[in-house]
């Protein structure tokens, strides 16, 4: 039993979840003011739990339909060594999904349609989308950055102008980290037939193409700068993201190999998640 727990908590990605609903508690911070927060301190708490549950939805549904690639790109997860059965792993599956449904319904009725509209663009990344290259970078980015959009919409303040600017910016650092992932992932992917740009296009195109998402996400980020109420705060962690992002961008495309792609990736996270505390910054005095 301890083992098959183990092996869901693997599956689940739950640190993503918990990235997730910070994500969505810096598009809760950075569009409204502290009294609203308070006021909506249950809604948000609820946004979060959805959050969680959805990306643990997600993640146990990708490993599920995509066992078959990490055969030999992860061979080291649970359903490749059996240590859990696709049967378990769905039922779990299923209970993460109705769970983040019922907690976003409880928020509101606008929140219960864009969560669907991400679990339904998700699902059909896991099915299919997930080999057609572009595309399917696509799709992963504009999940990956609604949690900012999906915090602003518990509070009720998407018409904010910043709000779909910190969207834009994590919505096209992910794009660039995504073709990079397609370089270090260039031999599996090859093997199982999905359609990166690394594959159709070879690798030094695939960098450029990472390096321009990654280089257009900075050069928004400056904007913000004079809409924010804290423009000093945002601006110094903010320079610190955009300083590693365009690091990224220019060894990526410097050495575009498996291994300087693998290294990019993680200092491209780790410049997301200083973005994130710029973003939740922001709007503080």
């Known amino acids: 039993m301890l083992s098959l727990i183990r092996a869901l908590a693997k599956i689940s990605r739950i640190e993503h979840g918990v990235m997730v609903s910070i994500g969505i508690l810096a598009g809760v911070i950075a569009s409204t003011s502290l009294i609203k927060v308070l006021n909506y301190?249950?809604?948000?708490?609820?946004?979060?739990?959805?959050?969680?549950?959805?990306?643990?939805?997600?993640?146990?549904?990708?490993?599920?339909?995509?066992?078959?690639?990490?055969?030999?790109?992860?061979?080291?997860?649970?359903?490749?060594?059996g240590e859990v059965t696709i049967k378990g792993a769905t039922v779990f599956g299923i209970i993460t999904l109705l769970g983040g449904l019922i907690l976003a319904a409880m928020v509101s009725f606008k929140s219960l349609i864009l969560i669907l509209i991400i679990i339904i663009l998700g699902m059909i990344y896991n099915i299919s989308l997930k080999k057609r290259g572009l595309l399917g970078n696509l799709i992963v980015a504009f999940n990956t950055a609604m949690p900012f959009l999906y915090g602003a919409l518990i509070v009720n303040a998407l018409d904010k102008v910043t709000i779909w600017l910190f969207y834009l910016m994590a919505f096209l650092s992910t794009l660039g980290r995504e073709v990079i992932k397609g370089i270090k992932d260039l031999e599996g992917d090859r093997k199982v037939g999905i359609e990166t740009i690394a594959v159709k296009y070879?690798?030094?195109?695939?960098?450029?193409?990472?390096?321009l998402f990654m280089v257009s996400a900075v050069l928004i980020s400056l904007i913000p700068v004079m809409l924010v109420r804290n423009p000093v705060g945002y601006s110094l962690l903010i320079a610190l993201t955009d300083g590693l992002l365009l690091y990224s961008s220019?060894?990526?495309?410097?050495?575009?190999?498996?291994?300087?792609?693998?290294?990019q990736r993680n200092i491209t996270l780790l410049a997301m998640s200083i973005g994130i505390l710029g973003f939740m910054t922001s709007n503080c005095c």
């Open 41 to 81: 301190s249950c809604k948000i708490i609820l946004g979060c739990l959805t959050g969680i549950l959805v990306e643990v939805t997600l993640f146990v549904f990708n490993d599920i339909f995509n066992i078959e690639e990490d055969r030999i790109n992860s061979p080291n997860r649970p359903l490749v060594k």
């Open 202 to 211: 070879g690798v030094n195109k695939a960098a450029k193409l990472a390096a």
């Open 250 to 263: 220019w060894k990526i495309v410097q050495k575009p190999d498996s291994s300087t792609a693998g290294d």
